[in-house]
């Protein structure tokens, strides 16, 4: 793979897988949060996976949602959200809002079911557009640091060179924005695998 | 000559060398380790941040990333920096289960993090002056000159030195 610089059809294959995976997102959300939800997306592109940490912030605090893509493609899924963001999700999700300094189990559930359904939202793109048998893992949740949480995804990926997806989209529900940030880190050269089949969807239609 | 403070930052699977006063910090440790080797006399420290216990190669391209070789390049370059074998101790932090509940061979890292230096130090003699390990909170660490102090921060705000 050429680093940085993606070609025209790789850029519209992310894109276009992007804007898939949203659509199933928002649909899935707004039964969730009981209301019309709309997801655009603000970012589609690859990111070195020595990069991946700087693109979030090494400590910034993040909910962090890691859920493992299971079956053609194996690797790891990140859903990332500021706290502002995931609390605002709360607040809508139980109706209350937060007042302890640590998030309930309720809460910490009620993240790894939104996490669980982006994630799932974008598994089903690749499926959709590729035709590929692709699962997910129960998602696992955690608050903390970004570095913290991303380095047991960053270790599975193999080698340096390595490189994920990533999706930065944002959900508008009632008025309230949510930021998130999605990072699909296939295992060895599985993203090479996963390019192809997007850009020859891209370039043949679907 | 100016009394110069260094501040060096490195990342995941990083590695730095300090000589005179100041500090090496590096962010986010999960169940990645941050391991400091430092001369208790001289004013010589290094520090590393490795991710895994094992290099699958004996020369990787990141010597820094795995505990066996990272702990074997911080050694290496800390005696080149100057400082005296026999006066070698460690300090080291990290190796939590960040996520709770999960069902891969991922979730046991840390602890086979913390295995691994344990291991490596007691290879190459180096006695352990202190560590903070495991649990499942993300750590910020800073190592200081001349003081010889490790800070530890949390995401929930807790401080400690060792």
């Given amino acids: 793979m050429n680093g940085n610089k993606l070609d025209a059809l790789t850029t519209d294959a992310l894109k276009e897988f992007g804007n898939i995976g949203a659509g199933h997102a928002a649909t899935a959300l707004s039964i969730l949060l009981d209301g019309r939800v709309t997801m655009s997306v603000t970012e589609a592109r690859l990111c070195p996976c020595a990069d991946i940490v700087e693109t979030v912030g090494s400590d910034r605090l993040v909910a962090a949602v890691f859920i493992r893509l299971l079956g053609a493609i194996p690797g790891n899924m990140f859903v990332l959200m500021t706290l502002p963001s995931a609390d605002r999700l709360l607040a809508h999700m139980l109706r209350e809002a937060r007042r302890e300094d640590d998030y309930t189990e309720l809460e910490l559930s009620a993240i790894a079911e939104v996490g669980n359904i982006l994630s799932g939202a974008y598994v089903a793109a690749i499926s959709d557009l590729c035709g590929l048998n692709l699962n997910q893992s129960v998602p696992a949740v955690a608050i903390d640091m970004a570095a913290a949480v991303l380095d047991i995804g960053l270790m599975m990926s193999g080698n340096e060179n390595n490189e994920a997806i990533f999706i930065s989209s944002t959900l508008v529900h009632e008025g309230n924005h949510i930021d998130t940030q999605f990072f699909m880190l296939p295992d060895y050269d599985g993203t090479d695998t996963l390019l192809d089949v997007l850009r020859r969807k891209a370039y043949y239609g679907g | ?162």
């Avoid at chain 2, 990342?11 to 590096?26: H, Y």
């Avoid at chain 2, 046991?108 to 495991?134: C, K, M, T, W, Y």
Wanted: proline share 5%; aromatic share 4%; net charge neutral.
């Fill in chain 2, 1 to 162: 000559m100016v009394d110069e403070q260094q501040t060096i930052r490195i990342g995941i699977a990083e590695g730095a060398i300090l000589t005179g006063p100041g500090t090496i910090t590096t962010t986010g440790l999960g169940s990645c380790i941050g391991l400091v080797l430092f001369d208790v006399i001289d004013h010589v420290a290094g520090m590393v941040h490795v991710m895994l216990p094992e290099s699958p190669s004996p020369s990787p391209a990141l010597p820094q990333k795995y505990a066996d070789t990272g702990i074997r390049w911080l050694y290496e370059n800390v005696l080149e920096a100057g400082a005296n074998r026999a006066r070698l101790k460690a300090k080291y932090a990290g190796g939590s289960q960040m996520f709770r509940g999960l069902q891969t061979e991922a979730l046991r890292i840390g602890d086979r993090n913390i295995a691994a230096v344990a291991e490596h130090l007691s290879q190459l003699h180096i006695p352990i002056v202190n560590f903070d390990v495991g649990g499942s909170v993300g750590r910020t660490i800073r190592f200081e000159l001349p003081s010889r102090a490790l800070h530890i921060r949390t995401a929930r705000g807790e401080e400690r030195s060792i």
